[in-house]
């Protein structure tokens, strides 16, 4: 990996929060060509105008088949593919609706493996690569928001699984797991957040050093340590290792870092 140095890339949900900071970021680091798709393209207006020619905006949402062929329709070469869209579920596990939750799943989940399948040819001709967003729910359940958990835990399960097919092809995949970010999902919870900017910055890096998965911020690195030192506890009660996983990073002097 040479960095985005005159690369293209393709950021989903770009229109606000951590997308746009990778879109704001691949400028930055001298990408040629950055596409910022979002349902609503219009919204990324603003980025056309401030960073001109070098951004492109195409409409997509993950959830809709016919939009992602769409889409890939408008792309004749792409070399990294910024997997960042996705919708939350959060309530009462038994209370919330099935047809939100396969929504979620659709935009989480089949989208990215969708849009993943139609890229790659175009990924062909050179270094290219995947940087999955996904989440620290992924890892362990997240309280009053399982069912997101689980639409990322199987994103984590695809994301892996197209690391190893993609090994041999020049294809770098990398898995980015957030913990509490500043952006509207974030607001959802009452703790220290890390900003956009930072965890974008952070996972790009992880990108462009070629390493499988990235803990971008404080509370990520926390949730990637009780993995590795309590997993019979996370087994068996994983409610109370994540209350006392908060209770500790809210004492933590870098909480929101």
């Given amino acids: 990996m040479n960095g985005l140095e005159n ?64 889409c890939v329709a408008q792309i004749d070469a792409l070399d990294l593919l910024i997997s960042n869209a996705g919708v939350s579920c959060i309530g009462p596990f038994l209370e919330q609706e099935e047809a939100d939750i ?24 050179g270094p290219g690569g995947i940087l999955y967003v996904l989440s ?24 892996h699984g197209v690391r190893s097919a993609v090994r041999d092809r020049g294809i770098g995949v990398t898995l980015s797991y957030p913990g509490f970010i500043d952006t509207d999902l974030g607001k959802a919870f009452d703790v220290p957040r890390a900003t956009p900017a930072q965890v974008a910055a952070r996972s790009l890096d992880g990108w462009e050093r070629g390493e499988t ?22 087994l068996s009660e994983p409610k109370a290792v994540l209350e006392a996983l908060v209770g500790e990073f809210l004492a933590h002097p870098r909480a929101g870092q």
């Fill in 102 to 125: 396969r929504t979620m799943f659709e935009t989480n989940l089949f989208g990215p493996l969708r849009l993943t399948r139609k890229l790659l040819p175009l990924m062909e001709n």
């Fill in 213 to 234: 998965s990235v803990f971008p911020d404080l509370f990520a690195e926390m949730t990637r340590d009780a993995l590795l030192e309590r997993m019979p506890a996370l």
């Fill in 136 to 159: 620290m729910a992924a890892l362990m359940p997240a309280l009053g928001a399982e069912a997101y958990s689980a639409s990322k835990a199987g994103a984590a399960m695809l994301a």
């Fill in 7 to 70: 690369r293209s890339v393709l950021v989903t949900g770009a229109n606000r929060g951590l997308g746009r900071s990778f879109v704001e970021l691949a400028i930055e680091r001298g990408a040629a060509r950055v596409i910022a798709s979002a349902r609503r393209p219009e919204t990324c207006d603003d980025l056309k105008a401030r960073f001109g020619g070098r951004v492109e905006t195409v409409k997509l949402d993950v959830a809709d088949p016919a939009s992602i062929d769409a």
